[in-house]
């Protein structure tokens, strides 16, 4: 079935760097639970954006540079992990305001 990915991805990005918003896709070859979270370089989580059991297949989400009290986060260099039952990868990305 080409609508379901052969196996778990966490792509880079877009746009990288980016000023508001940027979009995060990711690939499930199986239904997992998903936890994915937006991290400042000091380890510390700014945003959980997924944190749910999802179906397999290909995902996109949209970070519009808010914490998870909707407040603006700071120019400067982030992390989004995404963590499943078998599956974990973190990629950098930068915020310029």
Do not use: H
């Not at 998903?34 to 945003?47: E, K």
């Not at 749910?52 to 992390?79: C, H, I, P, Q, T």
């Amino acid at each position: 079935d080409l609508s379901i990915p052969k196996n778990y991805a966490l792509n880079q990005n877009y746009p990288n760097p980016f000023n508001p918003v940027t979009t995060i896709t990711f690939e499930l070859p199986q239904n997992s639970s998903v936890n994915i979270g937006i991290y400042d370089v000091n380890g510390q989580l700014v945003r959980t954006l997924v944190n749910d059991r999802r179906e397999a297949g290909y995902y996109s989400l949209v970070w519009k540079g808010k914490d998870d009290n909707g407040k603006e986060v700071a120019s400067g260099v982030y992390f989004y992990r995404i963590q499943t039952e078998n599956y974990n990868n973190t990629k950098r990305m930068i915020l310029l305001r």
